[in-house]
Each structure stands twice: as C-alpha cells, then as structure tokens.
C-alpha cells in the first residue's frame, strides 16, 4: 500500500512490543521514567494493555484490561476508573472520570479532526461491544450508563457529497443520569438531556429534553416531568432502603459472609476478619460511636462538620442522602457500594484523601 502523508497508527505495534509485554510494576515504572506519564497508586496495567499520548495523566487505582489499548494526544483517566480487556480507546483527546468503567470489547474510534474528543464523566459506565465514534466531540455526563451494542455516531458519510447525497459531522452530547440500554443508536448532532432514558433499540435524531422517556425509531418521548421519573415520598424511598440492605445480606450469606445483628448495627465476618456496619436511618447521633474501620451507611444527607468527624476518625461512609461516600473503605464498605450500584446508586467519592 502506498504511503500517506500522515502515519496511521490504529494498531501501535512498535509501543505494544516495547512495553506491551511488560509485568504492571515494571511497565508503570516505564512510563514514569521514560516518557514522563504522571501515574498515580496501585495502577493496574495487564499483559498486552498500553497507554500511548504525549500528555498523560492517570489517577490512583486505575485498572487497565488485558490487550487494552488507550492512545490519544492528551489522555486523563480519574481515580478508580478501569478500561476492560480488549477494549480499544483512540482519540485526539481522552478525558475519563473517577469511578468510571469501560467494560470488554468497547471500541471508542474512527477518523480523527483536531478537536476530535471523547469525554466520559465521573461514576458512568460503557457496557460491553459498544462503539463510540469521536470523530467530532462525543461528552457523556456523570452518571450516565451506556449499554451493551449500543452506536453513538458523530459523522455520517460514504456516497458523494457531489452527488448531492449528505455528508454530516457533527458533535454528540449526552446529560447527567442518562441512560441508554442495549442497542440504542445514537446519530450525529443528536443530544440527550439530564435524566433521560432511551429505550431498548431506539433510534435518537435531534435533541430530547430532560427529563423524558423517549422510545422509537426515530425516538418520541411518551412521559417526561414531573411524571417521569416517578415521585417517591419519604416512606418510599425508606422502604427501597429496607429491602436493598436485605437484598444485600441475604446476597453476601450466600457468598460465604456470616451476619451477626440485624438491627442498625451488625456484624459481618469472612475469612477470618470482621466489619461493622452502622445503618442509620433518622438521626446521625451513633455516628458519634464510630470506630475505625466501621462502615456507616446513612440514609439522611451528613453535614460537613459530620463528614469531617467520620473522615478524621477513619471512619468509612456511604451516605444515601447526599449522595457522597469516603474516598476509601473496608471491603465491606466497597461491596455495599458495588451493590447499590445494582440499583442505580452511584456515589461520588470524598475528594480528600
């Protein structure tokens, strides 16, 4: 084939052979001392996964998949976020939030523009064999979730624009606490306010409000504020609380976990060590008794000066109401969050260490 003006580097096999191989420990160190990527704690990078930019930025506990490739320009991955094997991410600029999650098989790519950008917010997640095209920019908020096969399009072409056929780039932006389940596509210059669901195996043109529920081909919303998303009273919301704790115990026992208490202050034991739950549903007046290495669940918002207390102590927290959580946790604290994730529930981390 004859050569272009510029290099195509879809497949970077000179990087993959130099560093690909490497054991994590060795190839962080490598990218640290020899092309200067500013990696934060405990980065995890598998056999066959490698980063390739010129500016790159990788916070603390990210996980990087086997045969992952992540290239771009400018690329910036928050804490705890992870990119799943054999998933491939190219673009001008790489912009990845905390908590963040790109499962197996994603493919973020296509043709390149100088402003080309994909952007993905904190606490969202992209499921598997999903492709995203950045050709333009494509911005996902925070909070959003991606389903499986879905296709998210920035520009449209192939016949002749002289031909009078139509050739469209054009950007695509998705709000906060969107959601798409499987197989929704996504076309050009669309946007998708905060809040909003697609349904299964739609088809999004142009701009939905927030707020909405819009299902089709093209898409129509069928419901939207303040119908959707359903009002819950303060009893509803402490009934889902109720059976979510349950659902959790009785998912743990089956894992092995034993329970000891069942009121607002239990027990859980596995392997040998023990955690403590404090479960406050009204008044936060027992998170006064916390101790390190507990985990208080709240269902009412903590005040900063509450915070602060919990965080000076040690004292691990996921507070329901205000929708934050420690920085870090014990693992139970860590499972709780990962099953309240199961229901939607996604807590934005403390940003002091």
């Known amino acids: 084939m004859a050569r272009t003006l510029l290099p195509k580097s879809r497949i970077p096999i000179r990087h993959l052979l130099c560093f690909g191989w490497l054991p994590s420990p060795v190839k962080v160190w490598a990218y640290r001392t020899l092309l200067g990527?500013?990696?934060?704690?405990?980065?995890?990078?598998?056999?066959?996964?490698?980063?390739?930019?010129?500016?790159?930025?990788?916070?603390?506990?990210?996980?990087?998949?086997?045969?992952?490739?992540?290239?771009?320009?400018?690329?910036?991955?928050?804490?705890?976020?992870?990119?799943?094997?054999?998933?491939?991410?190219?673009?001008?600029?790489?912009?990845?939030?905390?908590?963040?999650?790109?499962?197996?098989?994603?493919?973020?790519?296509?043709?390149?523009?100088?402003?080309?950008?994909?952007?993905?917010?904190?606490?969202?997640?992209?499921?598997?064999?999903?492709?995203?095209?950045?050709?333009?920019?494509v911005v996902i908020g925070d909070d959003s979730g991606i389903g499986g096969h879905c296709l998210i399009f920035t520009h449209g072409a192939w016949l002749n624009v002289l031909d009078g056929y139509p050739v469209t780039y054009e950007p695509v932006t998705l709000g906060r606490s969107v959601w798409l389940p499987w197989r929704v596509f996504v076309m050009p210059g669309a946007t998708i306010g905060d809040g909003s669901v697609i349904g299964a195996n739609s088809l999004v043109v142009g701009a939905i409000p927030a707020n909405s529920l819009a299902v089709g081909s093209p898409a129509k919303v069928i419901r939207s504020a303040p119908d959707f998303p359903t009002p819950l009273t303060a009893e509803d919301r402490a009934a889902l609380v109720r059976d979510m704790v349950q659902e959790f115990d009785r998912f743990v026992v089956h894992g092995g976990t034993t329970i000891d208490g069942s009121g607002p202050v239990r027990t859980y034991a596995r392997d040998g060590r023990r955690w403590r739950l404090r479960w406050m549903a009204g008044e936060h007046g027992d998170a006064a008794n916390a101790q390190r290495d507990d985990t208080v669940l709240t269902e009412g918002a903590l005040t900063d000066a509450e915070r602060a207390a919990l965080r000076a102590r040690g004292v691990a927290w996921l507070d329901l109401g205000g929708r934050t959580r420690s920085n870090d946790g014990t693992p139970l604290t860590e499972e709780l969050a990962l099953f309240l994730g199961r229901y939607g529930i996604r807590l934005a981390r403390d940003p002091r260490p």
């Not at 928050?78 to 600029?93: A, D, F, L, N, P």
């Open 37 to 137: 990527y500013r990696i934060g704690r405990h980065v995890r990078i598998a056999l066959g996964g490698v980063i390739i930019g010129d500016d790159v930025e990788v916070g603390d506990h990210v996980e990087i998949g086997l045969l992952a490739i992540v290239q771009g320009r400018r690329i910036r991955i928050g804490r705890h976020s992870s990119i799943g094997t054999m998933s491939y991410v190219s673009c001008e600029q790489i912009e990845i939030g905390e908590d963040a999650r790109i499962r197996e098989q994603v493919y973020v790519g296509g043709p390149q523009l100088p402003e080309s950008r994909f952007t993905l917010g904190d606490r969202t997640i992209v499921l598997q064999m999903a492709y995203i095209n950045p050709t333009k920019p």
